[in-house]
C-alpha cells in the first residue's frame, strides 16, 4: 500500500510540517542505511504525504553527513512520487532578498564528499540530468508562491558546495561570474538521487541573506538571520501546502521512467547482492 503520495524534504527553519492531519511517525530502514529521522506521516490538503527534517529533529547533522541515499530511497519505499524539498540558501544576485524564495532549474556540484548515486558496487547506471528538476513541481511550486504570497522567482542556478564553512570572497565571486543566482549544500544530491529514483524532485530555496560578496554581508546580525529564517519557515509552510494542493494527481512527465535506459551492465553480470539491494528501485528493468 502506497503510505504516500507526496514528500516534503525540511531544511534550515522547516523543522515540522503545520497543517498535516492523521498524523502518525514511521522509522524506515533500507539497505542504504538509516534516513535523517523517523517519517511524519499524514495528510495535507487532502493528500498523502511524508514529511523528513533533512537535518534530523534538533539540527544534528552537517550537510556533508546525510545520508541522502537513505533519505530518498526511504522515501520510494513509502511511495513517494514527487519530493517538494525546502532549503535555506544565501543570495548571489541582488534581485534575490532576504525573504525571497527561488525555484532553480539548474544546479552546479562543488561538493567532493558525497555519495550522489545508487548505482556502483556491481551495477553501473547513467540517468540524464540535463533539466534536473521536475518541470510539473517546479510550476506547481512557483504558482503557489504567487498565491500565498510569496515572493517567489522561478528558475535559476543553485550552486550545491561542501561546507560546513560558507563561502570565501573568492568563491562568491565565483560563482556570481558563473551566473548562479543562489548557494546552499544539500539539494543536489536529493536531486540526482531522486532522478535515479524515479521520483519527481523541486527545490524551494529560501533566502536567508546575502552571500559574502555583497558589501552589506558583514553587517548582518545573528538576530536578523534568525528573524528571516522564522519568517522563510512560516512562508514555507504556506507554499508547501500550496504546491501540494495543486499538484496534479496523475505524473505525465519523463521523471517517472527516467531510468528506463540507464542501467549498462549485462544482467547476467550483476551480482545477486546488488540485484537485491536495488529491487525496489530498478526491479522492473533488472527483470527484461
Known amino acids: ?30 539497505p542504504f542505511g538509516d534516513p535523517s529521522d523517523s517519517f511524519i506521516l499524514g495528510k495535507l490538503e487532502g493528500r498523502k504525504v511524508a514529511f523528513l527534517a533533512r537535518h ?24 513517494v512520487e514527487r519530493i517538494v524539498s525546502v532549503s535555506a540558501v544565501g543570495s548571489l544576485k541582488e534581485e534575490h532578498k532576504p525573504t525571497d524564495f527561488v525555484i532553480p532549474d539548474q544546479f552546479i556540484d562543488r561538493t567532493f564528499l558525497r555519495k550522489s548515486t545508487f548505482f556502483g558496487d556491481g551495477i553501473v547506471g547513467h540517468v540524464a540530468f540535463g533539466d534536473p528538476v521536475c518541470a510539473t513541481v517546479a510550476a506547481a511550486a512557483a504558482d503557489a508562491c504567487t498565491s500565498s504570497g510569496v515572493t517567489g522567482k522561478k528558475g ?8 560546513p564553512q560558507f563561502s570565501t570572497k573568492a568563491e562568491s565571486n565565483l560563482y556570481r561570474s558563473w551566473g548562479a543566482d543562489v548557494v ?24 536567508t541573506d546575502y552571500d559574502c560578496w555583497h558589501p552589506d554581508h558583514d553587517s548582518v546580525t545573528v538576530e536578523q538571520i534568525v528573524a528571516v529564517l522564522h519568517q522563510n519557515a512560516e512562508n514555507a509552510a504556506k507554499v508547501v501546502r500550496a504546491t501540494v494542493a495543486a499538484l496534479p494527481a496523475e505524473r505525465n512527465c519523463a521523471c517517472a521512467t527516467a531510468a528506463k535506459y540507464a542501467i549498462l551492465t549485462q544482467p547476467a553480470a550483476i551480482p545477486a547482492e546488488a ?9 522492473k528493468y533488472l527483470n527484461s
Do not use: D, W
Open 156 to 163: 535559476g542556478t543553485y550552486i550545491c558546495m561542501e561546507g
Open 56 to 79: 534530523g529533529r534538533g539540527h544534528r547533522l552537517l550537510p556533508s553527513e546525510l545520508n541522502f541515499r537513505a533519505n530518498i530511497y526511504a522515501m520510494k519505499q513509502l511511495g
Open 275 to 283: 540485484r537485491e539491494r536495488l529491487k525496489l528501485l530498478f526491479g
Open 184 to 207: 546552499g549544500m544539500t539539494n543536489l544530491q536529493e536531486a540526482k538521487l531522486a532522478r535515479e529514483a524515479e521520483i519527481c524532485y523541486a527545490t524551494v530555496a529560501m533566502v
Open 1 to 30: 500500500m502506497q503510505e504516500a503520495e507526496i514528500g516534503i524534504i525540511g531544511g534550515s527553519g522547516l523543522y515540522s510540517m503545520p497543517g498535516l492531519t492523521e498524523i502518525r511517525e514511521e522509522k524506515v530502514s533500507t
